[in-house]
């Protein structure tokens, strides 16, 4: 969009800061997000962004052990996995704008070194690197003319040497629009030592106290607390960390569901605080929907196991929004969904009927590489002999097809050609104008794209008969063109293909009672209370084959 596009912004936009200290892991991004919630049913409209101060320029090219699910936009941006707890607990439509790693801002003022930006100046982290942050808030601002705040958090820990700039920037940046508008939100631990059977409230002071050294002082403390907080306690942190005693907040360890987070951070009103701080007057918010929500997944009727089989299993975060999609979508289906992590690696080992011959449904999720690829065939000829519902995603789709050439097509060596590039039958393969590309990212096909869906299908009813739909991708291989027809004839049917090429986007088996792989990531589009229409029939399936 061009500048002149864009129409001027209404009413100055208001910031909140949310900053972590004492230690790493403690929901900072469900606490955003779930501000996030509680501000939009007060009637905002709200946005939320992560800066992150590592040096990669985005996570995309990090391995799962060290960065958990890479989570796709729709622009195909490769971000942070608390970008999917945004998506997931707002309405906010969040793009490459919103996510800003430490490589990315230095890489800019590298580059507009080297082109002489800067006129000969000694280029310096104060103002030049401070600059561009601050910059790079103003362009989110200009671009959104409809938001009224802007929640970013800044991942990391406060006292880590590499987060200190971005903190420095933004310190700068309340200076610049006006203290009015801008909510400073730390959150802590508090830890409980068992031994005294206590809490204490000293890592929260000396971490607000880092704080102040920068120059930032929050303006309201979350403390992320095994049980609740009691007042004297509450006092201590107010007294210690120069706010109103209201203005520290508990965020207890949650029972049920991450669901509960907003739910949790309302009992202390913590969306009243901030607009207080921010001098906005909004109603309370009205909560039922989301309530009704949390109360299905906390109290279902039904349950069911179903085996997610990925080579990352041991793994808390490596498929996260997979298991929240599953989650959501078992709410609407009245059903606990018990998810049943399982190496494929194992599956290989001691063969399918031992692994996974008791669940209700077998998913197999997106992947990349060689490895376990043959335990996840044989998962999916398990469920597709059966009668188990399957469900594949991206590297599971492939998978699929690969079961299905081999055994159903009789095609003697299919495979793809990521993981044996001179295989017999190279039934997933890179695209032609791919071919020769060696940088990493070059070649992926990201993003949201348009695909057409096939009336008569499995997915054309569960999709309510639409028969064009927009998903996320991120991979690098299709279904080979060559082998489509010979799938077809032997019963694999294609059930979508993109709109841009007629490349293969859905493959079902009609004769079984729920056989859906998809080359796109539908896990990216799941929201409580609308859950993805392909989860959705997939664990309705689950439930309808344990209780057949
Ligand atoms: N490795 C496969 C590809 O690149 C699948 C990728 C994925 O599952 N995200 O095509």
Known sequence: MSDTEIPPR????KYIFVTGGVVSSLGKGLAAASLGTLLEHRGLNVLLQKFDPYLNVDPGTMSPYQHGEVY???????????????ER????????????SSGQVFERVISKERRGDYLGKTVQYIPHVTDEIKDHINEVTHQNPEVDMLITEIGGTVGDMEGTIFLEALRQFALDVGKENVCFIHMTLLPMI???????????QQSVAKLREIGIIPDIIVCRTEHDLDEANRHKIAMFCNVRASNVVAFRDVKHTIYDCPLDLRRDKLDRLVCETLHLETPSPELEDWQSFVQKVAHPQHEVFIAVVGKYIELQDAYKSVYESLTIAGASNDTRVNIVRIDSEEIQLKGAEETIGLVHGILIPGGFGERGAEGKILAAQYARENNIPFFGICLGMQIATIEFARNVCNLEGAHS?????????????????QEGISDMGATMRLGASESILCAGTKSYDLYGQNDRITERHRHRYEVNPDYTEQLQEAGLTI??????????????????PFYVAAQFHPEFKSKPNRPHPLFDGFVSASVSYRHR
């Open 10 to 13: 209404k009413k100055p936009m």
């Open 72 to 86: 796709v936009l729709n622009d195909g941006a490769e971000t942070d996995l608390d970008l999917g707890h945004y």
């Open 89 to 100: 607990f707002t309405n906010c439509n969040l793009s490459q704008l919103n996510s800003l």
């Open 194 to 204: 068992k031994a005294a059977g206590e809490i204490k409230t000293k890592p929260t």
């Open 417 to 433: 050609t990521e993981m044996e590039r001179e295989c017999a039958h190279p039934v997933i393969c890179l695209q032609e104008e």
């Open 495 to 512: 059930a979508a293909v993109s709109a841009e090429g007629g490349l293969v986007e859905i493959v079902e088996i009609t004769d079984h």
